[in-house]
């Protein structure tokens, strides 16, 4: 999720007031009652279904295989290219993610549905039918998923700006561990979600790990860092895109300050609230498909225009760095006066920071494992998707760092000297951003309603016509807090990079890690011979509870669970560091006048 991803464009989809589980001529909008409801579910309860599940999605592949007969050279092409099933699936998993908090009101319901007797909750309808409900919505493969996640964490447009903060050594060193560990962080969730996904009890969020782990307190406190997440990207992209605004309106030149800052972020915000008023996104789903063909425009855009030499204006009016040295590159970390991210060790953590927010994007592979036919083969489009990307970081960082050397920028768009092509790139940036930005704020702000405003204020469900006023009503809200956010601190790369630091390594990092202690603590408590689940009476006979059998669990696999904690608390670490290089560079930037809060001055 490096610098602006128009990557994210995966999380395209339907009207974000709306549960994505609702499929015509199904009843997969029917509430689960039993999750939730009138009774509390067990984690054994959780797994015996998904191993159900799991058993029952193996047999349906393997006829599916069967079926489809052998893979031709032709119908491989075909299946990959197919406008229509990435269009669905992207469609589904925006619904999905948007959907988390609208299936607890849905659970509620059906608690007081099935206080009233059993036949009533369930509305007529059989387990059997809200299976084959629940499969219908399942049809992607793992080839549409891999795209999906490309698309969702490709950005590598701060990798320059990180490698000339961190040196070649460092900054391909941290690239490598921060991959590698991303690639970890995802087989947990993906050993998770099929070890307690089911057709009885789905996953469909992030929040729902955490709510099937520690509770409904962890949930809603994973749903608030969502939101709060979602909040942040918008004010990053608000600033980028007025930069982008900024640049265009200055001409070739350069000279003149060109259209005032502050109304070139007013123009994009203007744009963001209305499109935000659009109910459904369906239209839109075409740039899903387009949204890595668009980055490997801007790629290729920066990579052949690097030889006509670095954008010196904006890297002088960013950070201060005076033109007129000659290019140099280090194999270690760059000695004081050579990095635009501060001084030495904060000038690293702040490449760090972007190194970090460039593999973010396991926020949604909840949501993307949840439309899969079969998912225990998300591991291969994980994989190939991380190789993928990292090869792409690497080869894109490296390039440019070793023409603009320290006058590299971030984003690299914008480092471009060529102001026809620099253009270009700020106009392909500025329509793939605005997508993304509309739907950032879609879902965030369904989640911040249904957290805040209908729980806790009690304001109408958003399905309900006073509810749909009140979207209209908080949409122009919402992005104008994200502009004030933006528009405040004016300083792309150390923003992104405490955005990093603080949002996308707890989400990317941390928060696996942490899910990672819990479950196969619980996992290894169990005693297969002498505990077991009853599907009749719901129950499950435990042998013991409290100290011992966690301490029984966690030796299971002490040195796994060690390491898992290790990795939380190092994430933890990381966390802090990241946060405190990108505040001290900022404080340093306000101190000098390099940002101004709310001024007409472009800060490039």
Same mark, same amino acid.
């Given at each position: 999720?490096?610098?602006?991803?128009?990557?994210?464009?995966?999380?395209?989809?339907?009207?974000?007031?709306?549960?994505?589980?609702?499929?015509?001529?199904?009843?997969?909008?029917?509430?689960?009652?039993?999750?939730?409801?009138?009774?509390?579910?067990?984690?054994?309860?959780?797994?015996?279904?998904?191993?159900?599940?799991?058993?029952?999605?193996?047999?349906?592949?393997?006829?599916?295989?069967?079926?489809?007969?052998?893979?031709?050279?032709?119908?491989?092409?075909?299946?990959?290219?197919?406008?229509?099933?990435?269009?669905?699936?992207?469609?589904?998993?925006?619904?999905?993610?948007?959907?988390?908090?609208?299936?607890?009101?849905?659970?509620?319901?059906?608690?007081?549905?099935?206080?009233?007797?059993?036949?009533?909750?369930?509305?007529?309808?059989?387990?059997?039918?809200?299976?084959?409900?629940?499969?219908?919505?399942?049809?992607?493969?793992?080839?549409?998923?891999?795209?999906?996640?490309?698309?969702?964490?490709?950005?590598?447009?701060?990798?320059?700006?990180?490698?000339?903060?961190?040196?070649?050594?460092?900054?391909?060193?941290?690239?490598?561990?921060?991959?590698?560990?991303?690639?970890?962080?995802?087989?947990?969730?993906?050993?998770?979600?099929?070890?307690?996904?089911?057709?009885?009890?789905?996953?469909?969020?992030?929040?729902?790990?955490?709510?099937?782990?520690?509770?409904?307190?962890?949930?809603?406190?994973?749903?608030?860092?969502?939101?709060?997440?979602?909040?942040?990207?918008?004010?990053?992209?608000?600033?980028?895109?007025?930069?982008?605004?900024?640049?265009?309106?200055?001409?070739?030149?350069?000279?003149?300050?060109?259209?005032?800052?502050?109304?070139?972020?007013?123009?994009?915000?203007?744009?963001?609230?209305?499109?935000?008023?659009?109910?459904?996104?369906?239209?839109?789903?075409?740039?899903?498909?387009?949204?890595?063909?668009?980055?490997?425009?801007?790629?290729?855009?920066?990579?052949?225009?690097?030889?006509?030499?670095?954008?010196?204006?904006?890297?002088?009016?960013?950070?201060?760095?005076?033109?007129?040295?000659?290019?140099?590159?280090?194999?270690?970390?760059?000695?004081?006066?050579?990095?635009?991210?501060?001084?030495?060790? /904060? @000038?690293?953590?702040? #490449?760090?920071?972007?190194?970090? +927010? &460039? !593999?973010?994007?396991? $926020?949604?592979? %909840?949501?993307?494992?949840?439309?899969?036919?079969?998912?225990?083969?998300?591991?291969?489009?994980?994989?190939?998707?991380?190789?993928?990307?990292?090869?792409?970081?690497?080869?894109?960082?490296?390039?440019?760092?070793?023409?603009?050397?320290?006058?590299?920028?971030?984003?690299?768009?914008?480092?471009?000297?060529?102001?026809?092509?620099?253009?270009?790139?700020?106009?392909?940036?500025?329509?793939?951003?605005?997508?993304?930005?509309?739907?950032?704020?879609?879902?965030?702000?369904?989640?911040?309603?249904?957290?805040?405003?209908?729980?806790?204020?009690?304001?109408?469900?958003?399905?309900?016509?006073?509810?749909?006023?009140?979207?209209?009503?908080?949409?122009?809200?919402?992005?104008? /807090? @994200?502009?004030?956010? #933006?528009?405040?601190?004016?300083? +792309? &790369? !150390?923003?992104?990079? $405490?955005?990093? %630091?603080?949002?996308?390594?707890?989400?990317?990092?941390?928060?696996?890690?942490?899910?990672?202690?819990?479950?196969?603590?619980?996992?290894?408590?169990?005693?297969?011979?002498?505990?077991?689940?009853?599907?009749?009476?719901?129950?499950?006979?435990?042998?013991?509870?409290?100290?011992?059998?966690?301490?029984?669990?966690?030796?299971?696999?002490?040195?796994?669970?060690?390491?898992?904690?290790?990795?939380?608390?190092?994430?933890?670490?990381?966390?802090?560091?990241?946060?405190?290089?990108?505040?001290?560079?900022?404080?340093?930037?306000?101190?000098?006048?390099?940002?101004?809060?709310?001024?007409?001055?472009?800060?490039?």
């Amino acid at each position: 999720m490096a610098s602006l991803p128009p990557a994210n464009l995966a999380l395209d989809g339907g009207d974000p007031r709306k549960s994505s589980i609702r499929a015509e001529n199904t009843v997969a909008d029917v509430p689960h009652v039993d999750d939730g409801g009138n009774r509390v579910v067990s984690f054994e309860e959780y797994m015996y279904y998904a191993s159900i599940a799991r058993a029952k999605e193996k047999e349906a592949n393997a006829r599916f295989i069967a079926a489809r007969g052998p893979r031709t050279f032709k119908n491989v092409i075909k299946g990959r290219i197919s406008k229509y099933e990435a269009h669905e699936v992207s469609t589904q998993v925006a619904g999905s993610i948007s959907a988390v908090e609208t299936d607890e009101k849905s659970r509620r319901d059906g608690a007081h549905a099935a206080a009233e007797g059993a036949g009533a909750a369930n509305y007529g309808v059989t387990p059997e039918q809200r299976e084959a409900a629940s499969r219908a919505l399942r049809t992607a493969s793992w080839g549409t998923i891999f795209y999906l996640i490309t698309t969702d964490i490709l950005g590598p447009a701060g990798a320059p700006w990180a490698f000339a903060q961190m040196g070649y050594g460092p900054g391909i060193a941290l690239y490598t561990v921060f991959g590698a560990m991303s690639y970890y962080s995802g087989w947990i969730l993906y050993t998770i979600f099929c070890g307690l996904d089911s057709y009885r009890f789905p996953i469909r969020g992030y929040g729902d790990f955490f709510y099937r782990m520690f509770g409904p307190g962890a949930r809603h406190f994973v749903n608030v860092a969502q939101a709060l997440l979602l909040m942040v990207n918008v004010a990053v992209i608000i600033l980028s895109n007025g930069q982008s605004i900024s640049q265009i309106s200055r001409g070739s030149s350069g000279e003149t300050t060109g259209i005032c800052f502050v109304a070139c972020m007013l123009i994009f915000m203007a744009a963001g609230f209305l499109l935000g008023q659009i109910r459904t996104l369906q239209r839109l789903g075409w740039l899903a498909n387009l949204s890595v063909w668009l980055t490997a425009t801007l790629v290729i855009l920066c990579m052949g225009s690097v030889g006509h030499g670095p954008n010196y204006a904006a890297v002088e009016a960013s950070f201060g760095m005076p033109p007129g040295a000659p290019i140099q590159t280090f194999a270690g970390m760059p000695p004081p006066g050579y990095t635009t991210g501060g001084e030495g060790f /904060v @000038a690293s953590l702040n #490449g760090l920071n972007i190194a970090v +927010f &460039s !593999y973010g994007g396991a $926020l949604l592979f %909840a949501a993307l494992m949840a439309e899969m036919r079969h998912p225990v083969d998300f591991w291969k489009s994980l994989l190939i998707a991380e190789i993928f990307i990292y090869s792409l970081y690497l080869f894109f960082g490296l390039f440019v760092y070793s023409f603009q050397g320290q006058y590299t920028y971030n984003p690299a768009v914008q480092g471009i000297a060529l102001y026809g092509i620099q253009t270009a790139g700020n106009i392909i940036s500025l329509v793939s951003n605005l997508i993304a930005a509309v739907l950032y704020s879609n879902i965030g702000l369904k989640v911040v309603y249904n957290e805040v405003f209908h729980q806790l204020l009690g304001f109408p469900d958003l399905t309900t016509t006073i509810g749909k006023l009140w979207w209209a009503a908080l949409v122009p809200i919402y992005w104008a /807090v @994200a502009f004030i956010i #933006g528009a405040s601190v004016p300083q +792309f &790369s !150390y923003i992104v990079g $405490l955005v990093g %630091a603080l949002f996308i390594l707890s989400f990317t990092y941390t928060f696996p890690a942490w899910l990672a202690i819990g479950y196969w603590v619980r996992k290894d408590a169990m005693i297969d011979e002498e505990e077991q689940f009853d599907p009749v009476t719901n129950t499950y006979n435990y042998v013991d509870h409290g100290w011992k059998r966690w301490k029984r669990g966690f030796m299971k696999k002490p040195f796994f669970n060690t390491f898992n904690i290790f990795y939380f608390l190092g994430a933890l670490v990381t966390c802090a560091l990241g946060c405190y290089s990108s505040i001290v560079s900022l404080r340093q930037a306000f101190q000098s006048n390099i940002a101004t809060s709310l001024s007409c001055t472009p800060p490039l």
